[in-house]
């Protein structure tokens, strides 16, 4: 027992300092880029970044709950867009309300993580495979149900305010960004304060030997994923009432961006650790960064080699890290 609490302690320690450097890292990013553009901390600007980071936010929440289990959801995007979608038909075709719209949305995210649950914990398909497959069925139903045609929400301007709305006016910082935060402090006290936050520690540390003591392995990592589903279907909602439209279209490469904010925050791909802060600070670093690249006119196939290229970065400090231990 003592050996363990001090093996606990240590990752405690290493987790906290992985996301101190990660917000010192943001931190030098926001220095250079404002002493390279002038605009980088315009208030427009700044609101610009919080908005990108939203929406990745959200979906890089549900993929710290499936990365710290040991596994990987290649499906948060399309799964996004096929969650926008439902939610535009029930809205606009179906002509109900929004809040219905909101909850068939969420629902439709929900199911497909469940979905991508059962094949892993029951029909033992690999993650990467039941959630690569997940990902053609959201993209390829999300293009079937909208008619391969953007859904506009041009009769529920109630829909747009979800997002791009102001509940608190005297701030000018738009609802999605008071979702997000809202959204990471629940996932935080789900994944700190709770049965299914505990275990899903245990399923990334030791998959055996929490079975070995009588965790019912199948349904928490069903729980898990279908928690992700559930993320990514608020993802969709925001994006859509951002956008103002349902473009089934959009998602795939969002997954990508999720899965770095998560591996940059300091969530290990081989599971058991990981935190909602690092990934927040994260998804903030991936914004940032873009933002501020593309503001410098750095075309944005290079944005993509700068992204990847820190992806590999943190990858590789974690692999480091580990060897430490």
């Known amino acids: 027992m003592a050996v363990a609490a001090v093996q606990r302690r240590l990752v405690i320690r290493a987790d906290a300092l992985q996301r101190v450097l990660a917000f010192g890292a943001l931190i030098v990013l926001i220095f250079i880029f404002s002493l390279a553009s002038p605009n980088f901390l315009q208030f427009n600007n700044i609101v610009g970044i919080l908005l990108a980071t939203a929406v990745n936010g959200v979906l890089a929440i549900g993929v710290t709950f499936v990365i710290i289990t040991g596994g990987i959801d290649l499906s948060v995007g399309t799964v996004m867009t096929f969650s926008a979608v439902i939610a535009g038909e029930v809205i606009t075709v179906g002509q109900m309300p929004v809040p219905l719209g909101i909850l068939a949305g969420l629902l439709a995210g929900g199911f497909a993580g469940f979905v991508n649950g059962i094949l892993i914990a029951k029909l033992k398909i690999p993650p990467f495979i039941a959630t690569l497959g997940m990902l053609n069925v959201a993209r390829g139903l999300a293009l079937v149900i ?99 439209s349902a473009q089934p279209a959009l998602g795939q490469g969002y997954e990508l961006d999720a899965i770095a904010a998560a591996v940059i925050g300091g969530t290990s791909l081989n599971g058991g650790e990981g935190s909602i802060l690092g990934t927040i600070i994260g998804a903030f670093i991936i914004s940032t960064l873009t933002n501020g690249l593309r503001i410098l006119s750095v075309p944005q196939e290079w944005q993509i080699v700068v992204t990847g290229a820190i992806v590999i970065l943190a990858v590789y400090l974690d692999v480091v890290r580990r060897r430490k231990k």
Request: charged share 15%; net charge positive.
């Open 146 to 244: 909208s008619g391969v045609k953007p859904i506009y929400f041009n009769d529920t301007p109630e829909f747009n305010s979800i997002a791009m709305g102001n509940v608190i006016p005297a701030i000018e910082i738009p609802n999605a960004v008071l979702i997000l935060f809202a959204a990471a402090i629940i996932a935080s006290l789900v994944l700190n304060r709770t049965i299914l936050g505990r275990y899903t520690f245990a399923l990334g540390s030791n998959e055996e030997a929490a079975r070995l003591s009588g965790v019912n392995v199948d349904r928490w990592k069903i729980a898990v994923y279908t928690l992700t589903g559930l993320f990514s279907g608020l993802a969709g909602i925001l994006i859509a009432s951002r956008l103002n």
